[in-house]
């Protein structure tokens, strides 16, 4: 059984960064994409970043490349999302999912399985 565990969220000012982390269990490694993704109040999921767990490629949304830098670290079977740079438009609360044999890798229709998320706010 895939769980899923976030952690990491918090309030920072414009400017600032966060890590956040995703601990992963019951994931085949050799098949299996992590990927985080947001929702901000009143708005839709959309897809922030995302790993393939066996060759580490990474994938992100135009609106965080250069940011925001997805990472794992295979002995502690956790996913990292590292923000920098953060903006107030980055609020929300960020999930983290997975899925396999993903096509669209920040697509959040190709995830199973889903975390309860963690929530990140930026002040100006």
């Known amino acids: 059984q895939v769980n899923l565990v976030e952690s990491g969220g918090g309030s920072v000012q414009a400017g600032g960064s966060l890590r956040l982390s995703c601990e992963a269990s019951?994931?085949?490694?050799?098949?299996?994409?992590l990927g985080w993704f947001r929702q901000a109040p009143g708005k839709g999921r959309e897809g922030v970043a995302s790993i393939y767990l066996r060759d580490g490629s990474t994938y992100y949304h135009d609106s965080v490349r250069g940011r925001f830098t997805v990472s794992q670290d295979n002995a502690k079977n956790t996913v990292y999302l590292q923000l920098t740079s953060l903006k107030p438009e980055d609020t929300a609360m960020y999930y983290c999912?997975?899925?396999?044999?993903?096509?669209?890798?920040?697509?959040?229709?190709?995830?199973?399985?889903w975390g309860q998320g963690t929530q990140v706010t930026v002040s100006s």
């Open positions: 999912a997975a899925g396999q044999w993903v096509g669209s890798p920040i697509d959040e229709y190709e995830y199973k399985f």
């Open positions: 019951g994931v085949t490694r050799s098949s299996t994409f």
